[in-house]
């Protein structure tokens, strides 16, 4: 089939129509549906004229020495009817390498008739708006028979500018000559405007980010001062740490401030920092579990407590001690739970609970837990304290 | 806390910040130490003060009001070989110019002690050298 093809390339327009007439109502309709993507209005739509994009037959039958001959030339054919992607070659061995070939999505894109377009240099599409750095980034690599990717303002018939995605590279033939410059075309304007968006809206959590972290510093400043003057400074630093754990457990969800839920190792790991500067004591172990915020801060807050009781009677007060925290969803699917398990190791001997100075903050780890509805377990173990903490998970919570 | 930044003790510390509560702890905690508070809420004190005062280290607000950052005063101070660190809620948005400055980074919010004694541990090894 293909080799008798390529024997009767120059007389098949019987055969290329009927393949045209099948592919046309499919053709047709992908492309509208697909218009949107490619910013091809109905009224660029209407551009394209015939349902069957012969372009690439008519391409082949004025250049019967080129490789496209055979199976090659066939999927060339219906490669070009068919892509959205727009597509144009090049001839570099004709001064200032005028475009010999376009599909109709290159039609479609620009708004130009195919007469308007063939033999032109490709730069009549570039404009006032046209980054002319990008400009010279595609002449070096057409000089040095590079592939380019680059993506530049480009203008339509109609003076309106689109933002292409430029694919640029050499096409050899069989000997290894060159013997056409390919270039694909894609309309990236959505993309574009899609990640400025992004971008500001980084801007914007990255300054929410910042005010907060100095709103918690003036706290803290406050708090401290209060204390200093009052002749209070140890209640003032233990209510300071506080604040600070809680500023700490929140700081690392600002990134992601759209979401409404905070990832739970992050703010844990924010929280702990301090508590191991090197990085070398503190053991986390979890997954990407994901909360709410309120369940953030009474954790966050307990897991502070646990570690300045580590600091002051346990693993993290004398050296070789460490601590494992590790997280993870339990519980019923109707009730799911974050459980979080706090094991000390290598520190002191434990001291019985009973009569210890940490009573009255293991206390308020308590009443905070349980206020949020979770608990807390704790075991005694000679190696040191194991603690099992729980609450509730409200990952679909905004 | 109480630790002295050297053998005598009153050494001037420039603590500048464009928050005046936060100045105020910094300030009540460069005392703590030991040592001689010289506060600026504006670049332009702070600039004052690096030229006409003889001080030991600095704490530096890399972002200040109206768009300025900390770099004159950071520039001033590494000439003159004084120590200083950059206390700051943005590392990211850091300026490329305070960036190439070096200085240690302390980020908001960390405990006032803690950003004065990270202040002075340039001064002792320093001295220890």
Not at chain 1, 165 to 177: E, S
Not at chain 1, 369 to 377: E, T, Y
Not at chain 2, 84 to 104: F, I, N, P, Q, S
Request: glycine share 10%; charged share 25%.
């Amino acid at each position: 089939m293909s080799s008798d093809r390529a024997d009767q390339a120059p007389e098949r327009p019987d055969e290329a129509t009927k393949a045209g007439e099948a592919a046309s109502g499919d053709d047709r309709a992908f492309y509208d549906a697909g218009g949107a993507g490619q910013s091809a209005g109905p009224q660029r739509a209407s551009q394209a004229g015939g349902a069957y994009d012969d372009s690439a037959e008519r391409f082949l039958a004025n250049h019967p020495d080129d490789a496209f001959i055979g199976a090659s030339g066939v999927l060339f054919e219906q490669a070009m009817a068919q892509t959205r992607m727009a597509v144009c070659l090049c001839d570099p061995h004709t001064p200032d390498a005028p475009i010999v070939f376009v599909n109709r999505a290159f039609r479609w894109l620009t708004g130009y008739e195919e007469h308007e377009i063939i033999g032109r240099n490709c730069r009549f599409l570039q404009g006032p708006g046209t980054d002319r750095s990008a400009v010279a980034r595609i002449r070096q690599a057409v000089e040095n028979e590079d592939v380019v990717v680059v993506e530049l303002l480009n203008y339509r018939k109609d003076g309106s500018a689109f933002w292409n995605a430029l694919h640029l590279g050499p096409i050899y033939d069989a000997q290894g000559r060159l013997i056409y410059y390919f270039g694909s075309q894609w309309d990236v304007s959505d993309v574009r405007a899609a990640r400025a968006d992004e971008r500001h809206a980084r801007e914007l959590a990255r300054e929410l980010s910042h005010r907060m972290k100095n709103m918690f510093a003036v706290i803290g400043g406050i708090v401290n001062f209060t204390g200093r003057s009052r002749g209070i400074e140890v209640e003032a630093r233990e209510i300071n740490d506080r604040i600070q754990a809680l500023g700490r457990a929140y700081e690392t969800t600002l990134d992601e401030a759209s979401s409404g839920s905070i990832e739970v190792g992050q703010a844990i790991r924010s929280v702990l920092s301090p508590y191991d500067p090197d990085g070398k004591r503190i053991h986390f172990k979890g997954n990407g579990l994901r909360s709410d915020f309120s369940a953030v801060s009474v954790l966050g807050l307990s897991l502070h407590e646990l570690a300045v009781n580590a600091a002051k009677h346990g693993a993290l007060s004398s050296d070789g001690g460490e601590v494992t925290v590790a997280w993870q969803k339990n519980g019923s699917s109707e009730a799911p739970t974050i459980v979080i398990d706090w094991i000390e190791q290598g520190g002191p001997a434990v001291n019985p609970p009973e009569n210890n100075a940490e009573a009255p903050t293991m206390g308020i780890v308590d009443r905070m837990l349980h206020m949020a509805r979770g608990n807390i377990m704790r075991d005694w173990h000679p190696d040191g304290l194991r603690a099992r903490l729980r609450v509730p998970l409200r990952e679909d919570a905004v | 806390m109480g630790q002295s930044c050297c053998p005598n003790d009153g050494c001037r510390v420039l603590v500048l910040d464009d928050e005046p509560l936060i100045l105020l702890d910094l300030e009540f905690a460069v005392e703590d130490a030991g040592c001689v508070p010289l506060t600026a809420l504006e670049l332009a004190e702070a600039l004052a003060i690096a030229e006409s005062e003889h001080i030991v280290a600095a704490i530096l607000d890399v972002s200040l009001a109206h768009g300025q950052t900390c770099a004159p005063v950071a520039k001033a101070l590494a000439e003159r070989g004084v120590p200083y660190v950059l206390h700051t809620g943005d590392l990211d948005r850091m300026d490329e110019a305070v960036r190439k400055l070096g200085g240690v980074l302390v980020p908001k919010p960390t405990p006032a002690a803690v950003v004065v004694s990270r202040a002075l541990e340039g001064v002792t090894q320093r001295q220890g050298a």
